[in-house]
């Protein structure tokens, strides 16, 4: 009498994996907390570059007020006058300017370039007014008069919209890269979607930043192209580590990106509000080179953006080099395997 065959158990996993597989969860997300807590629990200004209208002697002397309210928080500039100070602010090289006269305190501010520091400033501004009407013997007596230079739009005036595209940007070129690089076959094939797709993309979040969220102000076409650079890089960068590493290189790139380069991007707070120095380093990695491209062109004409796109174009480049070494490895890979393989002799 025949048995039926009986179908093989399958071997339990050994304690020592899932111990391994537990502890690098925790380490995976440990990481991940502190990469997106971190620079929102330690954020504080740092050499935040502001004018101060008036000779150097009122540079100074603001500046010791000002330090010693946030020390080491501001880097103070003299500005001959109003006029200059404001020309500075929209140029990007400073985000804010004090006026100190006998009758009050003239602040200009910036809140596109970051409503945080426009806020603290403020405060600061009003500190300084509070000491002089004391000093004057008539506490309450002298004003701040504030004038935004480059705000944000009325239906925005927090910067949500704003801070909220930071995500997509980061996001979009990962997914971009992760789907082309799993689900098309053929290198030509996926470079027409690593071009097509973030052009795609850009356009549509662009549009939806400008006219749906009204978010941001600006040129359609420009906006648009500084949505797509910045999917273009990180795409790109992300489609060269895969093709070369495989699925590391894809972990590897996402990483990068999602995990260093999103929390530092400084897209609402402004760099020089995190860590030090984390802040600049990440203005070198996609997400914070495309949040300071985006509101350069958005709120500041332009002003500020040659370092952003030189950034975001050596992505891209990066990432182009690294395609054509994976794509020429493994074109030669697959010659070698077609030239040994047997071929039959008639008899």
Do not use: C, H
Not at 152 to 161: I, Q, R, S, V, Y
Not at 217 to 245: N, P
């Amino acid at each position: 009498m025949e048995t039926a065959p009986t179908t093989p158990t399958p071997a339990r996993t050994p304690v020592g994996k899932v111990l391994g597989i537990s502890l690098g969860l925790a380490v995976l997300v440990g990481v991940i907390t502190l990469a997106f807590a971190w620079p929102s629990t330690d954020m504080g200004p740092g050499e935040v570059p502001i004018a101060v209208v008036g000779p150097p002697e009122a540079a100074d002397q603001v500046a010791g007020q000002l330090d010693e309210a946030q020390p080491d928080g501001f880097d103070v500039i003299s500005a001959a006058d109003a006029d200059a100070a404001i020309e500075m602010i929209e140029q990007r090289e400073v985000y804010a300017a004090l006026a100190i006269g006998p009758d009050g305190v003239n602040l200009y501010t910036a809140s596109a370039a970051s409503p945080g520091i426009a806020r603290l400033v403020g405060g600061i501004a009003d500190q300084i007014a509070a000491g002089m009407g004391e000093q004057a013997g008539q506490p309450g007596s002298v004003t701040v008069t504030t004038e935004d230079v480059a705000p944000l739009p009325a239906n925005d005036p927090n910067g949500a919209g704003l801070g909220a595209s930071a995500f997509p940007m980061a996001v979009g070129g990962i997914i971009i890269a992760a789907l082309l690089g799993m689900n098309v076959r053929g290198s030509g094939r996926q470079i027409v979607g690593a071009v097509l797709a973030p052009l795609a993309v850009g356009a549509t979040v662009a549009a939806l930043l400008l006219y749906v969220l009204e978010a941001i102000e600006g040129d359609y076409l420009v906006v648009a192209g500084a949505v797509s650079l910045t999917l273009l890089a990180a795409a790109w960068a992300v489609l060269g580590l895969q093709k070369v590493f495989g699925r590391i290189g894809l972990i590897l790139g996402a990483a990068t990106i999602m995990l260093v380069g999103n929390p530092l991007s400084g897209m609402v707070t402004g760099p020089e509000m995190l860590p030090a120095p984390w802040g600049e380093f990440g203005q070198f990695l996609t997400p914070g080179a495309g949040a300071t491209l985006l509101k350069s062109v958005a709120f500041f004409d332009n002003y500020g953006a040659t370092t952003a796109v030189v950034v975001l174009a050596s992505w891209l480049a990066g990432g182009i080099v690294l395609f054509t070494i994976g794509a020429v490895r493994a074109k030669v890979k697959a010659v070698g395997a077609d030239a040994s393989e047997p071929v039959g002799v008639a008899v």
